[in-house]
């Protein structure tokens, strides 16, 4: 079936360090493709989506792009801030079931200042 | 800014009680969502709604329960809580058909003792 899979935190960096965070997935057809945020003691925000090969998606200086050849959905940040410091979640939507949400497991980001 | 509301935040409370949880979103989407997320981030669908007097059970086996008489309001609802039932549970809505994002409530932290 189909399924993500994230890099395993936690991701620490220093503030204004680069930033990615690799997300990868296996599925039929052509899902879309979301990267939540969830802070500490709140729920998930979405941050960014893509919902066709080669689209960017872009929020917040976060960008992702999806890649239909490689299967990715990278988050990359050029400089992060103590703020960015939450958990992140790459997710998709099958193209069979697009009320469906399938997530990966999160990855925890420490920024430090 | 999304508009859907969980009440209460945290609740600590015994075994044995009965417990509902509240979910309100106020954007008329038709479908709602229960996620249960433990304590290793990871997230499970319990329970799904495409409007109302339809519920339908998720990935995750839940003894909880949930009801949808009208289109904005989602509760969650456990007749006898254990320590077991102890977790973190967000609820989550969206529009239509196609592929939107699920928009998330700020979830509510239950602690059985």
């Known amino acids: 079936g189909d399924s993500v899979t994230q890099m395993e935190g936690p991701v620490t960096l220093s503030e204004e360090a680069f930033l990615t965070i690799n997300c990868t997935y296996t599925a039929t057809g052509y899902p879309s493709l979301f990267w939540y945020v969830q802070y500490p003691g709140e729920g998930l925000q979405l941050l960014l989506k893509?919902?066709?090969?080669?689209d960017k998606g872009s929020n917040k200086g976060f960008e992702a792009t999806y890649r239909k050849e490689t299967t990715s959905f990278h988050l990359e940040k050029g400089s992060v801030q103590v703020s960015d410091s939450a958990v992140y979640f790459c997710a998709l939507s099958p193209s069979y079931n697009t009320d469906k949400l399938i997530f990966g497991t999160g990855t925890r980001l420490q920024v430090f200042p | 800014e999304a508009d859907i509301y969980q009440t209460p935040r945290y609740l600590v409370i015994g075994t044995g009680k009965k417990i509902t949880l509240e979910c309100s979103q106020t954007m008329g989407h038709d479908k709602m969502y229960w996620y249960q997320q433990d304590p290793g981030m990871e997230l499970h669908l319990i329970h799904y709604s495409y409007g109302v007097n339809s519920t339908e059970k998720g990935d995750l086996s839940s003894e909880s329960t949930v009801s949808r008489i009208r289109t904005e309001h989602f509760p969650l609802t456990l007749e006898s809580a254990r320590p077991s039932h102890t977790s973190q549970y967000l609820c989550?809505?969206?529009?239509?058909?196609?592929?939107?994002?699920?928009?998330f409530g700020p979830g509510t932290r239950l602690t059985v003792t």
């Open positions: 989550a809505s969206r529009r239509g058909e196609g592929p939107y994002e699920q928009y």
């Open positions: 893509a919902t066709k090969a080669d």
